[in-house]
């Protein structure tokens, strides 16, 4: 086993690393409480010659306890084991991905129903009185 890099982190601030997890597609996530307070750290490691590629931080509300990553989330909960109802653990959930598929957004259209009150007036005229039922096309 060789080490293919040293830290390159040289921009002084020290990477949340006490709990450590990858999403598979290049992407690993840190967290944990650093000098800075608690963190989520991400970070491109594609290239495992480049150690300091930071995506992106989030500063979360208390410290992480672990970290779990699915479907786009980041997941890290927090636990005391002396929680109390006025001090209670939580879990903080963090969307890291956006919902494209290789750059193309998602495209929703909405159905409208056929209700036209004025069918004289060009377009549609649906009454304000009566409530509408939008049907979502995905």
Same mark, same amino acid.
């Given at each position: 086993? $060789?080490?293919?890099?040293?830290?390159?982190?040289?921009? =002084?601030?020290?990477?949340? *690393? +006490?709990? @450590? $997890?990858?999403?598979? =597609? *290049?992407? $690993?996530?840190?967290? *944990?409480?650093? &000098?800075?307070?608690?963190?989520?750290?991400? %970070?491109? /490691?594609?290239?495992?010659?480049? &150690?300091?590629?930071?995506?992106?931080?989030?500063? %979360?509300?208390?410290? #992480?306890?672990?970290?779990?990553?699915?479907? =786009?989330?980041?997941?890290?909960?927090?636990?005391? @084991?002396?929680?109390?109802?006025?001090? +209670?653990? =939580? %879990? &903080?959930? @963090?969307?890291? &991905?956006?919902?494209?598929?290789?750059? @193309? #957004? #998602?495209?929703?259209?909405?159905? %409208? #129903?056929?209700?036209? /009150?004025?069918?004289?007036?060009?377009?549609?005229? !649906?009454?304000?009185? +009566?409530?509408?039922? !939008?049907?979502?096309?995905?």
């Amino acid at each position: 086993m $060789a080490l293919i890099s040293p830290n390159d982190n040289t921009a =002084g601030a020290p990477l949340a *690393g +006490e709990h @450590v $997890a990858s999403n598979g =597609g *290049g992407i $690993a996530f840190l967290a *944990g409480n650093t &000098t800075f307070g608690p963190l989520l750290d991400l %970070l491109n /490691v594609s290239d495992p010659a480049v &150690t300091d590629d930071l995506l992106l931080r989030i500063s %979360l509300p208390e410290a #992480p306890n672990d970290i779990v990553t699915a479907s =786009g989330l980041a997941f890290t909960p927090q636990s005391d @084991v002396s929680a109390t109802p006025e001090n +209670e653990s =939580g %879990l &903080t959930i @963090v969307n890291f &991905t956006g919902p494209d598929v290789n750059g @193309v #957004p #998602p495209m929703a259209t909405i159905r %409208l #129903p056929d209700i036209d /009150v004025d069918p004289d007036t060009p377009g549609r005229a !649906p009454s304000i009185s +009566e409530p509408m039922k !939008p049907c979502p096309i995905l």
